[in-house]
């Protein structure tokens, strides 16, 4: 039976629950981000098996990562993101300030060097990803419904960049940082 060994019942935010006082929905965002980060690096340790293969839910659950962090960062920058932004990954991007962009495009550029990209290269990848995998969050959930499959991008490199910045521009975080081995 698939259901042998996981508890029937399961109190999502459980840590929260346990807090004298709530915390702000960005920290709140944050510790939903850790649990995102963590089953993404088990999927990829787990069934990659040292293939370039990324399986739907990874692809799934990197993209509703990358929609938390960048709703998460514009709750710090204290922008409140119309409804009709949704689950758009490249709406929500753009709508951070310049700087804030930059610096995690900056992140994204000095991590992809690991993998041998050059600078323009960790660019083009960082913009056309995001181009591509703007409504994955919504598409990969129904991917059944399309004829022919969907094409997209791995956004586990976007989604290592944006986590990264969160911790260094909210550094009192630190504590809770899920540790990925990564240097900004």
Not at 41 to 53: A, I
Not at 144 to 172: D, Q
Not at 174 to 179: I, T
Request: with cysteine; net charge negative; aromatic share 8%.
């Amino acid at each position: 039976m698939i259901s042998a060994g996981f508890p029937s019942y399961i109190r999502v935010g459980r840590l929260l629950g346990c807090l004298k006082e709530p915390l702000p929905i960005e920290h709140q965002m944050l510790l939903m981000l850790n649990d995102l980060v963590v089953a993404i690096v088990v999927l990829v340790e787990k069934h990659s098996e040292g293939e370039n293969r990324v399986i739907t839910p990874q692809l799934l659950l990197s993209a509703f990562a990358l929609e938390i962090e960048l709703k998460c960062l514009l709750k710090i920058c204290e922008i409140d993101f119309p409804k009709r932004a949704g689950h758009n990954l490249k709406t929500l991007f753009f709508l951070l300030p310049d700087p804030n962009r930059e610096r995690i495009i900056e992140i994204h550029r000095k991590q992809s060097e690991t993998y041998g990209r050059s600078a323009a290269e960790a660019d083009a990848y960082f913009h056309d990803t995001l181009e591509i995998a703007q409504e994955d969050f919504v598409t990969i959930r129904y991917v059944y419904e399309k004829r022919g499959g969907h094409e997209t991008r791995n956004l586990g490199p976007l989604v290592l960049a944006i986590y990264s910045y969160i911790f260094e521009v909210r550094p009192e975080w630190k504590d809770h940082q899920v540790d990925l081995g990564l240097t900004n």
